[in-house]
């Protein structure tokens, strides 16, 4: 596999990781910067290769370009949902989760018959074909004005815990139950940062341990629409304030 793939993949995971390419090296023990390896001027050493194994469980036949699987860390539990539905044509179907469905869902992941009795939809999209999704029905203020209460977000399922991208949100699902959050992965830490878009709601954190299903957010259903005003009414305030120095000038 050519240089170019694996230097990539090395700035991907740095990326992933949130380092500036000084600090990853510092981790690394590489010297003082990554800029060699990333621009293919250096080539990666075995130790390099084994340091990112060691310590952040990187797969180095996917640094290489000869596997899908990113992450090697047997610690991380596959977080894809256990029961799916599927229509007569053998296309998945949408489940969807309420309110009152939601809190007894994260002690029935594995219960074919509590899943049957929930309500089922499908859309005829393509981008709805390819992979599982889930409907739930928002609970709470913590992601106001974003997603608002009894609102219903459609998600896609996350297969493994290490592909959560950051301040992305997500529906995790732990044994408390079910929360809409927007997400900061520490994979180096082996936690979520649980973020409320409402400044009023405090951050969580949730080891992976905790966690048994994520949905990422992929759209929603509402009937509001929020309109963003504020700039319309700063545009009426300074042709007000205009108007009057010109007739006070005048």
């Not at 997603?147 to 529906?171: F, M």
């Not at 951050?203 to 905790?210: G, M, S, T």
Request: hydrophobic fraction near 35%; include cysteine.
């Amino acid at each position: 596999m050519s240089l170019e793939i694996q230097c990539q993949r090395l700035r991907q995971i740095r990326e992933e990781l949130g380092h500036t390419q000084s600090s990853f090296a510092q981790q690394l023990g590489v010297g003082s910067t990554t800029t060699e390896y990333e621009r293919g001027r250096t080539k990666l050493t075995g130790e390099l290769v084994l340091r990112l194994l060691s310590d952040y469980n990187v797969n180095p036949l996917w640094l290489y370009g000869e596997s899908d699987r990113k992450y090697l860390d047997p610690r991380a539990k596959e977080v894809s949902p256990s029961v799916v539905s599927v229509d007569n044509s053998g296309f998945e179907n949408i489940l969807m989760v309420n309110q009152k469905a939601a809190a007894g869902y994260a002690g029935n992941l594995n219960n074919t018959e509590f899943h049957e009795q929930l309500p089922a939809f499908a859309f005829p999209i393509p981008e709805y074909r390819n992979a599982t999704f889930r409907c739930f029905q928002v609970e709470g203020f913590s992601m106001a004005p974003t997603i608002l209460p009894d609102e219903w977000i459609i998600t896609q399922a996350v297969e493994n815990i290490t592909q959560v991208k950051n301040n992305h949100i997500y529906v995790i699902v732990d044994p408390d139950g079910i929360r809409i959050k927007q997400i900061h992965n520490a994979i180096d830490k082996r936690c979520l940062a649980l973020i409320s878009l409402n400044p009023d709601y405090p951050q969580e954190l949730i080891d992976y341990d905790q966690v048994l299903e994520i949905w990422q957010f992929h759209s929603k259903i509402s009937k509001e629409l929020i309109i963003d005003t504020t700039q319309h009414k700063l545009d009426t305030i300074y042709h007000d304030v205009k108007a009057m120095k010109e007739k006070m000038l005048g």
